[in-house]
């Protein structure tokens, strides 16, 4: 091998297809560049990895051994996150691709698209407040997804998820290619806040603990059920109120803790690689991979409601029902309803239109 070709080896994945867009003929070509010994694996995508949920989520998904192939897509600094990322001592290969152009050669042939594109919530915003401007994005990354990755899995994260995620099923119905079973809205931030705030006021270790969260993702469409806490745990009334509040509102807290710096990014990447680990390991045909997501569903009579589901090949197995509910709950529940339902159908008319 000449030093031209060693050359070429060592910067491939810093480098996407198309990124010489003024023919120099440098001689340099791109070939693929991997770890030795790296084992078979799944080609995830990330949309948005230059963002402040994407970062971290990149990063963190280069370091799970599931992942044999890592395209990090966005509009801007795409090109820098992939080499800094790329120098980790992990097996995944790292491609970066920049701007719409290189859109469609990120989303070919993977497995699994990882959605956190869009703006953050700021003080004083609602996810709602988002709206216009990440509906757009996500329908623009849907119809690329519909063209060149129809049978993959895809996780948004971009909010307000009660609305993008039927924006996305709208855009793939439309292109045909819409199944049920590969759209997930990723709540388990929700999840993991509810695991976090349950262990405090119990003082157990969070990661044994396990308390479905049902509904949507955001405000009061996020219904902690801590009647079905594992292990059993016995609230008090003032404990359940304090828990299902801080629940509903740890989005905020946040937003209002960094004081416009930003919003939930390092746990929401710790929450959506979590999730994707899931998904990746139901896809190699894991047993029994049980998580709470927001999918179409039959729970209720809306057409979208985040429950457990149960994760394998196809995506979405089984989707579960929402189990007995003590009184706060089924209350909780019919509020959650009346909000989610205006939040979908806004997402259905924003591509209807």
Do not use: W
């Not at 560049?33 to 949920?53: M, Q």
């Not at 979208?304 to 589901?309: H, L, Q, T």
Request: proline share 6%; with cysteine; hydrophobic share 40%.
């Amino acid at each position: 091998m000449d030093a031209n070709q060693r050359i070429a080896r060592i910067s491939a994945h810093l480098n996407p297809p198309n990124l010489d867009q003024n023919g120099s003929g440098s001689g340099l070509g791109r070939v693929d560049c991997r770890a030795k010994g790296g084992s078979p694996g799944f080609k995830v995508a990330i949309l948005g990895a230059a963002g402040g949920i994407g970062q971290p989520l990149a990063m963190l998904m280069k370091m799970n051994p599931l992942v044999s192939l890592l395209h990090l897509y966005d509009v801007a600094n795409a090109p820098g996150v992939t080499a800094d990322i790329s120098h980790m001592d992990t097996s995944a290969i790292v491609r970066g691709f920049l701007g719409q152009p290189q859109l469609e050669e990120a989303l070919t042939g993977m497995d699994l698209v990882i959605i956190p594109a869009g703006v953050p919530r700021k003080p004083g915003m609602t996810r709602d407040d988002l709206f216009n401007i990440n509906a757009g994005i996500v329908r623009t990354l849907s119809e690329a997804i519909a063209k060149c990755c129809p049978k993959a899995i895809v996780n948004i994260i971009s909010n307000p998820v009660n609305s993008t995620v039927p924006i996305a099923a709208e855009v793939f119905k439309k292109a045909g290619t819409f199944d049920p079973k590969k759209l997930m809205g990723v709540t388990m931030l929700d999840v993991v806040r509810a695991n976090t705030f349950v262990a405090e006021v119990m003082s157990l270790d969070p990661r044994e603990v396990d308390v479905p969260v049902v509904g949507g993702h955001a405000g009061v469409t996020i219904l902690p059920l801590l009647s079905q806490v594992k292990p059993p745990c016995s609230f008090t009334q003032k404990e359940i109120e304090y828990l299902t509040d801080r629940i509903q509102n740890g989005g905020t807290e946040v937003v209002e803790a960094k004081a416009g710096a930003g919003s939930a990014t390092l746990s929401m990447a710790y929450a959506a690689v979590k999730f994707a680990d899931a998904c990746l390991r139901g896809l190699r045909g894991d047993a029994n991979i049980v998580e709470c997501a927001f999918v179409a569903s039959h729970v209720t009579e809306l057409p979208f409601f985040a429950s457990k589901v149960r994760l394998g090949r196809c995506g979405v197995d089984e989707v579960y029902g929402l189990g007995p509910l003590n009184e706060y709950e089924r209350m909780g529940l019919e509020k959650a309803k009346k909000e989610l339902g205006g939040s979908i159908a806004k997402g259905v008319t924003f591509v209807k239109k």
